[in-house]
Structure formats: C-alpha cells, structure tokens
Nanobody, 129 residues
Framework: LQLAESGGGSVQAGGSLRLSCTAS??????????MGWFRQAPGKEREVIVG????????YYGASDNDRFTISRDNDKKTLLLDMADLKHEDTAMYYC?????????????????????WGQGTQVTVTA
C-alpha cells in the first residue's frame, strides 16, 4: 500500500483547508484498511488527529479541540479526506495519513498505525497570523 498526501499549504488563521490522501493498492483493497490522520510539529511528537474505520461508520478523534476537523473517506476513489476549519497557528505541522489492517476498534487501529502502519510522506500545513 502506498499513500500520498496533498492539499497542504499556507493559510491565514481562521481559514480552512482540505487535505487528501490517495492510496495505491496492489493485491489488497482500500476497504481492508482503517485510516487515520496525524500531525507532527517541529520538536514535538507525532500526534493523533482522527481515525476512521474501513466503512466510514466509526471515527475516533484524538483531542477535544479536533471538532474543527472532519475525516471522511471515499472507498470508490481510494481517498481519505481531512477537512480543517477555523485553523489556528498551533495547527502548523506536517500532516500525515496512515493505514493499517486491523479488526478491532478505530482507537485500536490508530495505536496500531503508530507501531506498524503504512505512512505517506506528509504534507505541510502552515497557519499564519
């Protein structure tokens, strides 16, 4: 499985962005995977934003402030999306999508992604004052 993020860039505080993650599967199906979005700011640990199960019926948000973010997936297009609204300076980070095959909860899938998931190269989001 190969993942490629896009949609990052520079945006003013209060603005919005949509990130995309496109999957290339070989020998597997996009619906085999739970997916997630993470971010890492300079000098900080990688942080969970949100995860979604294979069908999109279950999501798990990593922090209370992440109600500004909405995850979705289009299984026909093999694409994962992250809609971000009311962006703040502290949202500045490299944003990554990840995937893992996992039969349990979406929360468990996110933990498994950090250990042994498939990762994209990331897309930079910079929020200016």
């Amino acid at each position: 499985l190969q993942l490629a993020e896009s949609g990052g860039g520079s945006v003013q505080a209060g603005g919005s962005l949509r990130l995309s993650c496109t999957a290339s599967t070989s020998g597997s199906s996009f619906t085999d995977y739970a997916m997630g979005w993470f971010r890492q700011a300079p000098g900080k640990e990688r942080e969970v934003i949100v995860g979604i199960n294979w069908s999109g019926s279950s999501t798990y948000y990593g922090a209370s402030d992440n109600d500004r973010f909405t995850i979705s997936r289009d299984n026909d297009k093999k694409t994962l999306l992250l809609d971000m609204a009311d962006l703040k300076h502290e949202d500045t980070a490299m944003y990554y999508c990840a995937a893992v095959t996992y039969a349990g909860s979406t929360y468990g899938a996110l933990r498994e992604m950090l250990k042994s998931g498939y990762w994209g190269q990331g897309t930079q989001v910079t929020v200016t004052a």
